[in-house]
């Protein structure tokens, strides 16, 4: 049976590019060129299957490159070349209707629920150390991933004050239902598109790109780390 088509956009920096999936947000991996970097892509798609299965979105892995169309070549900057995807692509510009809105709350959800599990998993473990000795322990890389996502909604124009759960559990559940909150008033055009001081906020599809990226992006760590 033939493999379905899958549109990619490349963000491509001096030092690494990113490739990602124009409709699969959270399917993004980088290398130090194109070639690696839809590699890299290719290489995940079975772990990103399994992110999905839940969500029942018809999400179906590629087996070989000649799947992937790049529809989009983009500049990176240095926030790319440092190691996370920052520039939309042109598809985020469009709106969301009511399906869509519903399809990108199952695809974030899916994600946080893995998240949680890979967790779990790691929890009482080590976690392998980098070559240096580095590397965040399994609660700095959650305070990190919820520092990250209240961060992504400021970028979408949504106000969340930190700290106000004791627990971090609980925290996280706040923080991620704001999530879901802020990109149906963001789709909704309940949200400007500017700031008050006239910046450009992120589009509802681009919060849920870069949201889905990051999160996965730890569970993955996550999984690798664990000795």
């Known amino acids: 049976m033939a493999q379905p088509k899958i ?16 409709d699969w947000p959270g399917w993004c991996r980088s290398g130090r060129d194109e070639a690696a970097a839809l590699q890299a892509l290719l290489d995940s798609g079975p772990r990103y299957a399994r992110i999905l ?26 926030t790319t070349d440092f190691g996370a995807p920052s520039i939309a692509p042109s598809s ?14 199952k695809l974030l ?11 779990q998993t ?19 890389i959650t305070r990190h991933v919820l520092g990250a996502e209240a961060g992504y909604l400021s970028a979408l124009g949504w106000k969340l004050k930190q700290g106000e759960a ?4 609980e925290e996280l559940a706040r923080t991620r239902q704001a999530g879901l909150d802020a990109l149906a008033a963001a789709a909704h055009g309940e949200i400007p598109v500017r700031g008050p001081r006239g910046g ?6 681009y919060f849920v790109r870069r949201a889905a990226w ?14």
């Open 200 to 205: 450009v906020r992120w589009t509802p599809r």
């Open 92 to 105: 985020d510009a469009q709106p969301v209707d009511d399906a869509e809105l519903k399809r990108l709350q």
């Open 122 to 140: 790691a929890s009482g473990k080590e976690l392998r150390k980098g070559p240096r000795g580095g590397g965040r322990d399994l609660e700095g």
């Open 7 to 22: 549109d990619v956009y490349l963000e491509i920096g001096q030092k690494r590019t990113f490739a990602g999936a124009i």
């Open 166 to 169: 004791e627990e971090l559990s």
């Open 53 to 78: 299965r839940s969500a029942r979105l018809g999400f179906q892995a590629p087996t070989d490159a000649s799947a992937f169309t790049v529809i989009e070549r983009l500049e990176g900057d240095s």
């Open 109 to 119: 959800k899916a994600c946080w629920q893995a998240f949680d599990k890979a967790v």
């Open 214 to 227: 990051h999160v996965l992006d730890h569970v993955w760590e996550i999984e690798d780390r664990l000795l």
